[in-house]
Each structure stands twice: as C-alpha cells, then as structure tokens.
C-alpha cells in the first residue's frame, strides 16, 4: 500500500472515531429535514436519539411532537409540546402547536388558553387569533366568536379564513341572509375560495337553486378536490336537475374517496332504487345498516327492494322491525300484509289488513291513536325520523366546510426554499422513484455502472421526491448504516472504502442526515476525484440543507447555493451527456429565480431527454413566472402527457387565472 493511500486510510480512521460521537446538533438538523420532507417517522427515530441522550432539550420534544401531529398521534403530540413547554415555556410556537393537538382531540378549552399562552408572547400573530376565534365557534360561543372576528377583519383585511368562518356562525345561528352577505364578502375577498363555494352551494341547495348548487359544488371540487361531501351534495343538486348519470359518478367518487362515507351510500342507494338498479341499491342498504342496524328509514327502502326482487321473507323481517318502532305505519302493514299474502301465510296477512282498516275507520271517528310524548321524544333522538320520508335525500345535520384553522407554527420549520411547486432535484437513493403513472425508472449510466460492478448492499436509483420510508424500513436503513461503518472500519483498501462511502452517504440521504452525507462524500471525493455521482449526489445534499436553513432564517444561501453549482459543473465536466445533472442546475436556477439560465439548461436536458417529464414540468412553471404563460402552458401540457398528470391541474389554474402569474 502506497504511503498516500494509508494515510487516507487513518484520516478515515480519525473521521470515523469523530463521526462516532454522539452529535446532538447534527441529529436535531436531520431530523428537522426528514420533517420539512414529511418523512415523519424518520424525523421521530432522530429525535428519539437525541432524547434518550439529552431529555432536558426542548427542541427534540417540540419536533418529535410535530412529526406525531403529522402522523395524526393526537395524544402523543399534546404530551411531547407539555414536555417541551416545561422546559422552555417561552416559546409561543409551542404552545401554538399543543394547542392544535387539543383541537385535534376537540380540546377546544385547552386550545383556547394555550392560544391566549401564545398570544402574550407574540401579539401579533394573526394566525392565533384566528384560531381561538376557531375554537369559540366550536364551543357555540357565538357572540363571542362574531366580536373577535370583526376584530381581526378590521385589523388584517386580507385574512380570507375570517370571512369564511363569520358566514359559517351565522349559518349555526340560521341567520341566512346575513351569512349570505358575509359569503359574498368571502367571494370577493378570494374567489379561488373552495369552502366558500361549498357554502354556496349549501345555502343553494336550501333554496332548491339547483343550477347554481351545481355551479357552486362544481367551483368548491375544482379548488378542493379531495372533501367528499361536495360530491355528495353536487350529486344531490344533479338528481335534482335529472343529471343521472353525473350525480351517479359524484356518489361513486365520494364512496371511492371515504369507502366508509355512510350519507354517500344511503343516497346511492336512493338512486339505484330510482333507476332501478335494485340488487346494486340493496348492496348500499346492507352497508348502511351494518353500521346503524336500527336506522328505520333505510331498513323499510331495503324492505320495499328485497320486496320487489322476491325476497318475501327477507322484506317481511325488515318491514316487521320498521312496525315494530312505528305501530301507526300503515303503508308498512300494507306493504308486509303482501309479502304475506305472495308466501301462502293468509291469516297473518288478514290480521295486518285488519290492524289498517280498523285505523281508517277510528280516524275517520275522530279516535286516532296518537303516541305519547316518551314515544315522541325516543323518535327525535332518533334524528326526527319521519318515515314517510323514506325516499328522500339525506344530509348532514352540522356540515361545518371552513377550512382548517391556519398553521402559523409551521412556517419556522415546513416552509420550502422557495415558494413554489416545481418538482424537486433528481438524486441518487435507495427507494425506487414513483413518477406520476409510470413505473420505468430514470436510467444514468454511471449509477448502472456502479451497481453491476461494485454490487452494493443495496441497489441504487435516480429519484425524484421520494416516498417516507416506514417504521420498519427507517430500522433498516439506520441498521445498514451501521454495517457500513464497521466495513468501512476493517477494509484495507482505499477503493473499497470509497465504494463503501458512496453507499452510506446514500443511506444518510434516505435518512435526512444530509451533513453526513457531505462528509461522506467529500472523503469519497479526496480518494476518487473524477466520480461523477460523488458531485452530483453532494451538490443535491447541498441544496436540501440550504433549504432547511433558509426556512429558519439562516443566511447561508449562497454560500451553499454556489457549493451546489461548483459540483454540478465538476460533474457535467466529465459527463456532459448527463440530461439529469443540466435538469438539476436548471432547478437550482430556478429556485433562485435566475429564469434565463434555468430555461436554457431545461431546454438542454430535453434535448438529450425528450421523456424527461420533470424537465418539461419545471420549464413550464419557469416560463410563466417570467410571463410568457402560452409556452409555459404547452410545456406542462407535455409534462402530463408523459406522465405527470398533476401538471394538468396548474395548466386549469393558470389557463383560468386572467392576471398575470406571480410567484
């Protein structure tokens, strides 16, 4: 061995026993970037690291909090934000996010005085008000909730959400007309406002203004794709308006979202009945009645099916338990006196016809029974079921369609570089790439190269906004990383331990661990200069780091920034065919709004990639944040012609938006 190569072996060694110490400021920064990736359960495994070391930091307690608030571990958020607030209870994004975790759990109490905590600490911020304003109108507190908002609509005008939830308490408070008001305010104020056009088209739909509920339904699901109920209420309007076959779709769609949506099945099955499909709308009932096996109105619309596809008996145990709540049901006992009748079982059909004549003839006589206020109170708890509405549409009591209280807390720590939706830098991982509807994965030739002739631990991708990795998979790869250090540890050749180095600065990549990354790679650099992926897997670490500092205020951008283009011209030096290094100089470009640049280095990785989707994706939004929106257009239209079909819905927006695009 050459003198040079053992004393790049003893640096490593000496790197590895430092790297080997527990290093708390790095675990909390991979943490936070795993959380700023929603890699959440990677973020949390990090912040379990530096806890079991040093309980007594409130950072980790805050971001392990933040991540269970992600994962929707209510209860376990609340506990980790109390821990952070003991130590530290001067930070009023703690108490902001303890306080959404209360929410969460319907907490509004506690949410309130923790938003009161935050606000003595941070006056302010616009979002706390909002928020125990929020909380009010959860508790009923009406008047209060009507003061607090006129407040913030004098004080921040341009806060959309206070427009909203005012039209909402006035609704709670069925004060149509002036929540109409209110909603038009909401409209101007933010006509790209998906609950307000759902709130329209409530209020529609109580008007029997079933053209416009459809209009308003139509807007609320073009800028709110995924709230199923105004599927179910635009459907609704369209049975109304005889669309069937559209409100069909819009039942089927709701279903498809929230498999589990009970007024979406029972409505179908009301429309299934009506066009006949009657075994489909028996299959609707089941499921409606398997969750709420006393629900009368959908048992006799299951007895009046299963009547009519012969299934006597079946109707008959049906038709028995509606009578059995309502004895005064006549056209019940008529309904079931049939199906005896059709079975051969005479007597019992005579007496149920006797039990309806007798009736007629008492209320013609003045002596109708009528039933007792218990009884009348057991049917109003029963949601004011009259039967004689079995036929008619259901809805929801209490539809509160206000959009989520705003998340003020989460600008310190989730905010992007940058505010837009390009798609992200191309880098090398361990998880496959999952590109819109393909499933071909991006090919380099290098990284080809590296896998067939090293035969790594684990095959290596080019990806594209990865996955979050699982529980299990976070074990594995924090588990490889360390497989990887102890070969590293007793390997005795210098290129052994390079290859070895590009496999685990990888696997701090999937991790989050992007500074580990970097000093892998830089070791992996001083040994093998001329590596194409060290470059551009370093440059790509680069940027993600910035990023995270960016979004905490950390000035350090272009420093980083000009690290990652350094890199990237290192590579494209020696593989300047690589369409995948000029797509992410053009991102890195872009990110910093040099639009010039980045449509000329778009245009260059086409050229040599014409199925690079994310290229045409990317230029088209380049394109129409430097005002030239027609070309841009055509560019995402590729894009989601290759592939990337969020591309069609930024195509709508803009295509719809007459001003000009802003970033």
């Not at 009970?262 to 429309?271: C, T």
């Not at 999952?434 to 994965?441: D, I, M, P």
Request: hydrophobic share 40%.
């Amino acid at each position: 061995m050459s003198y040079r190569s053992h004393l790049v072996l003893v640096l490593l060694s000496m790197a590895l026993a430092g790297k080997a110490q527990y290093n708390t400021d790095r675990l909390i920064i991979s943490g936070q970037i795993a959380f700023n990736n929603r890699d959440y359960v990677v973020a949390i495994q990090h912040f379990n690291n530096v806890l079991s070391n040093k309980p007594y930091l409130y950072e980790p307690w805050y971001y392990r909090g933040l991540a269970k608030l992600m994962l929707e571990d209510y209860a376990g958020a609340e506990e980790d934000f109390t821990e952070a607030i003991k130590l530290n209870p001067y930070v009023h994004q703690i108490f902001s996010a303890r306080a959404e975790s209360y929410i969460r759990l319907s907490q509004y109490e506690q949410a309130i005085a923790d938003y009161e905590k935050a606000l003595a600490l941070s006056p302010d911020e616009r979002g706390y008000w909002f928020n125990r304003a929020y909380c009010r109108f959860f508790l009923k507190e009406y008047q209060q909730t009507h003061e607090e908002l006129d407040y913030i609509v004098k004080r921040w005008p341009d806060l959309n959400n206070a427009y909203s939830l005012q039209t909402e308490v006035y609704l709670n408070e069925n004060d149509t007309a002036t929540a109409s008001r209110w909603l038009d305010k909401t409209l101007e104020h933010n006509p790209y406002d998906g609950s307000s056009w759902s709130i329209k088209g409530r209020l529609s739909l109580q008007r029997k203004e079933w053209g416009m509920a459809d209009s308003a339904f139509t807007k609320a699901i073009h800028y709110q794709p995924r709230v199923v109920n105004n599927y179910m209420y635009r459907a609704m309007a369209r049975v109304s308006l005889n669309k069937l076959r559209q409100a069909m779709e819009d039942y089927d769609k709701s279903i498809d979202m929230n498999p589990n949506n009970f007024l979406s099945h029972y409505n179908r099955g009301l429309l299934r009945q009506q066009l006949g499909d009657d075994n489909r709308a028996i299959e609707d009932f089941n499921f409606v009645l398997a969750y709420e096996p006393n629900n009368i109105l959908a048992l006799y619309n299951r007895a009046i099916l299963l009547d009519k596809t012969g299934d006597y008996r079946a109707a008959i145990a049906d038709y028995s338990r509606v009578i059995e709540t309502f004895p005064n049901f006549w056209t019940g006992l008529i309904n079931r006196a049939a199906c005896y009748r059709k079975l051969g079982m005479v007597a019992k059909a005579e007496v149920d016809e006797f039990r309806v004549t007798k009736a007629r003839m008492d209320k013609r006589l003045g002596i109708q029974q009528r039933w007792s206020p218990n009884k009348l109170r057991e049917v109003r708890k029963m949601s004011d079921i009259d039967v004689e509405k079995y036929d008619q549409w259901v809805v929801v009591d209490e539809d509160i369609v206000t959009p989520d209280y705003k998340n003020e807390y989460r600008g310190s720590i989730q905010n992007r570089l940058v505010e837009n939706e390009y798609m992200p830098l191309l880098s090398l991982s361990y998880m496959p790439y999952q590109g819109g509807v393909r499933t071909a994965q991006l090919i380099d030739h290098d990284l080809e190269k590296f896998n067939n002739e090293k035969q790594p631990l684990r095959r290596l991708y080019v990806t594209c906004k990865p996955a979050p990795i699982s529980a299990d998979m976070t074990r594995a790869f924090f588990h490889s990383i360390d497989s990887i250090t102890k070969a590293i540890a007793a390997t005795h050749e210098i290129q052994d331990a390079a290859d070895l180095l590009l496999q685990r600065a990888v696997a701090h990549v999937t991790t989050h661990n992007f500074t580990e990354a970097v000093n892998d790679l830089s070791d992996y650099i001083h040994i093998d200069s001329t590596s194409v992926l060290a470059y551009w897997e370093r440059a790509y670490c680069h940027v993600m780091i910035n990023e995270l500092g960016a979004s905490q205020g950390i000035d350090e951008s272009k420093l980083r920034t000009a690290a990652a283009l350094d890199d990237m011209q290192r590579a494209l030096a020696m593989n300047e065919d690589n369409a995948f290094l000029y797509y992410d100089m053009a991102t890195i470009y872009a990110y910093q709004k040099e639009y010039s640049s980045a449509i000329d280095l778009y245009q260059k990785a086409i050229q040599l990639n014409g199925n690079l989707a994310e290229a045409y994706y990317n230029l088209g939004l380049v394109r129409i944040f430097n005002n030239n929106k027609a070309q841009g257009v055509r560019d995402l239209s590729k894009a989601g012609e290759l592939g990337l079909y969020d591309a069609y819905s930024i195509i709508k927006r803009y295509s719809s938006d007459k001003s000009s695009a802003t970033e």
